[in-house]
């Protein structure tokens, strides 16, 4: 329970990377299943931790409660593919782009990494619109980064040919 409630943030940032790796290379090559297992077993292991953080901070919460639900979110989203974050993000994306305050700021990466992830042609040209009309550099490279994780094999296309343009400077290819 500790490490999926009481931690400091930067222990479980620390895990993220060695589960990336685990996820994607080790599972993979343990078996068919497995990567669906290991899935399977961070959700439940670091689910409830998020579940009863929920995803809106609360009035004078401490930074390490809010960067820890970030780390949870991002754990569980890009690794664990937990269809409760997935979904959440999507709708949280949506919001974020009505109103950049309509998230706490250190769920944005997160939100939109998700959100493209799972997105359509119609997502990908919000994001790029948002990109285009960011109203600063952070949120430009945020934009950038999430049309970089679309899967969709023509929007991973599109995103690719984006970056043969001017629109992409090129040291952010």
């Known amino acids: 329970a500790a490490l999926a409630g009481e931690e400091v943030p ?14 994607d290379r080790l599972a993979v090559e343990a078996g ?12 439940a292991r670091f689910g409830p931790a998020l579940l009863e953080l929920g995803w ?4 004078a919460e401490a930074d390490e409660v809010r960067l820890r639900r970030a780390v949870l979110v991002g ?15 999507v709708q949280r994306f949506d919001a974020y782009l009505a109103r950049r305050d309509a998230i706490d700021p250190n ?3 997160a939100v939109v990494t998700l959100a493209a992830r799972a997105g359509d042609a119609a997502r990908f040209e919000s ?17 950038l980064f999430g049309l970089a994780e679309f899967r969709a094999p023509k929007l991973v296309d599109r995103a690719l040919a984006l970056c043969l343009t001017d629109r992409v400077p090129t040291q952010d290819v």
Not at 56 to 59: N, S
Not at 75 to 89: F, H, N, R
Not at 127 to 143: I, K, S, Y
């Open 10 to 23: 930067d222990v479980l940032l620390a895990l993220r990377g060695p589960f990336a790796f685990l996820e």
């Open 32 to 43: 068919r299943d497995v990567p669906e297992r290991f899935r399977d077993w961070l959700a």
């Open 56 to 59: 809106d901070p609360k009035p």
């Open 107 to 109: 769920l944005a990466d």
């Open 75 to 89: 754990l569980l989203g890009e690794i664990a593919d937990w269809p409760p974050v997935l979904a959440t993000a």
């Open 127 to 143: 994001m790029l619109e948002a990109f285009e009309h960011a109203g600063t550099p952070q949120e430009r490279r945020r934009f």
